[in-house]
């Protein structure tokens, strides 16, 4: 009946990030338990890339962009 599946929607709980389920339906690239950057899976459940603005392990530098000369390099390197 209706009400059986107001009960139903209503002890549902709401799709988070950081509740170490991925969803992707609701954008979630993955989720690892926890809200931290730089530890594989960014606080917004994103994958890390380079240029996102976040320092990641294996990069020098990310100033959140990918253009070269600018004090990193496109590929989060620093220049030579």
Known sequence: TDSEQLSGNAQRTAVECGDNVVNAAAGEQCD?????????????????????????????CDDGNTVDADGCQGNCALPV
């Open 32 to 60: 690892d338990g926890n809200t931290v950057d730089a530890d594989g899976c960014q606080g917004h459940c994103a994958l890390p890339f380079c240029g996102d603005g976040i320092l990641d392990a294996d990069e020098a």
